[in-house]
C-alpha cells in the first residue's frame, strides 16, 4: 500500500473491510437461523413447547461453556 491511502476503505485497509463485511453478514444469517428453528421445530415438526425449551437451553449451555473452555485455552497457549 501506498502513504497516500489507495488501497483503503474507510481508513481501513480493503481486507480488514471486507473480512468486518462477511463478518457481519455471518452474524445477521446466524441470527435469522436460531430465530427460526423454534418456529420450525414446532410448526413443521410439531415438537411440543417443553422440548423446544430443552433444546435451546442446552444449545445456549453449551455455548457458555465453550466460552469458558475457549477462553480458558487461549490464556493458556498464551501468544505465538
Not at 481508513?11 to 436460531?34: K, P, W
Not at 437451553?57 to 477462553?71: F, H, P
Amino acid at each position: 500500500m501506498t502513504e497516500r491511502g489507495e488501497g483503503r476503505i474507510l481508513g481501513m485497509s480493503r481486507n480488514v473491510f471486507f473480512l468486518g463485511v462477511v463478518s457481519f453478514l455471518t452474524d445477521v444469517s446466524s441470527e435469522m437461523i436460531f430465530t427460526l428453528v423454534p418456529l420450525f421445530l414446532r410448526n413443521v415438526l410439531g415438537v411440543a413447547f417443553p422440548v423446544i425449551g430443552l433444546i435451546e437451553g442446552i444449545a445456549e449451555g453449551t455455548a457458555s461453556l465453550l466460552k469458558v473452555v475457549s477462553g480458558w485455552l487461549s490464556d493458556r497457549l498464551g501468544r505465538r
